[in-house]
């Protein structure tokens, strides 16, 4: 194998083994909210530090590659779109973070009605699922996948835009649960966000595989365009 | 936004030398007061093409070329054609500086003189003026009866460079002009590229091929006596359409 393909594999791993530990981390997030397992999300919090220093670490090594590779077409959009990449990993490992900091003030699971109504552990696993999927997009250089992954959105877009009605009528309801209410919301949020991160990863994998750049583009031209363009690269 | 005009086209170009095809069907159109850059592996035919334009290459015997190179739209290889005339237009910078044993000042009015100017204002004003435009003349405005062979390898092309533009031709042709230059000398070359563009029209060879994405603006990839791919030069290394083009400037070729 040519010296920069090894050094552009390496760099390939590293993203990944990054990806396997945010995905971990969202997991684990999840658990602990669910179960209200302090311990469990005081390790995701502690674990978060691992994120970052991979965080640190690609950026370093794309700087490298940068600097003595000078890559140029398909080289060079990967390496753009593994900084872009990682940067967005590190904000979903924030968000992981974020949710085990409030399961840990849990005394208590959270209320089952709460959970059913706001639909918030369906949206917890089409996040996940984006996210699974986004990283066999990304590992097998998968155009088309990352384009379903994009449309996938509209589920926890769907999901989020009804939240705010039905939270306020579960704490008009219950009082008492208002606290537990509000954060749940705030992770509602996050996860909407989490959404739009791993679209933004998608959108990465695209520019990388097919040159093409189809962020800020309209949902409708997006759609269009993932309907037209069948995998074509160089 | 007026389109440049085109100032070189070649039309359904083939080249050959005996019974070596090396030129294959060539059709391109390169625009006026821009860089353009030939690439590709050694013997893909780039300098064959480059040397088409001032028909450096009738020299060489069992060479011929069949189609049509269109300089502002008229073929040079037309009978009529002057070939010294043809020079005067397109001038030519070599790999290797190439000074002739002669004073700096010699050096630049040399095609002057040739074409029979001999009133020295005229020449010093013509000397003056080229070594400025090559960048050169800061350098050795104090010692133009010196000879031109106690220059760096640097000023050395450079001072070819005022040489070729001092009988004010319109294109300028470059084989290689920085590969035998140190990195200062060759990035000096490079920022001259970027001025004389203002006015000439500049086709250039280069193996470099950050050179090729630093200096021009259009960039030609040649592969066996083919034109793969021709494309704005941002286009070219950042989305190269043809799978051959990105082998070779990604250094995977073969």
Redesign the interface.
Known sequence: M?H??IELERLKTKLLEMWDLVEYQLQAGREAMMTADAELAKQVIKRDRKVNQFDVKIDRMCENFFALF????????LVLAVLKINANLERIGDTAEGIARFAQKLDEPLDQELLETTKVVPMYEAALAMFTDCRIAFKNNDPVLAKEVIKSDKVLNKIYRKSDSIVTKYMQKNPEKIGDALALLSIIKKLERVGDQVTNIAEEVIFYRE?KVIKHRSDKKKKKSSGKDKGKE? | MSKKQNKLEALNLDAYYGDFHALKGINIAMEEKAVTAFIGPSGCGKSTFLRTFNRMNDYIDGFRVEGQILLDGKDIYQKEVRVDELRKEVGMVFQKPNPFPKSIFENVVYGLKIQGIKKKSVLEEAAEQSLRNAALWEEVKDKLDKSALALSGGQQQRLCIARALAISPSVLLMDEPASALDPISTAKIEELIYELKNDYTIVIVTHNMQQAGRVSDYTAFFYMGELVEFNKTKTMFTSPKDERTQNYITGRFG
């Open positions: 040519p920069i393909d000078t890559p140029v077409a398909v080289d060079l959009r040159a160089v």
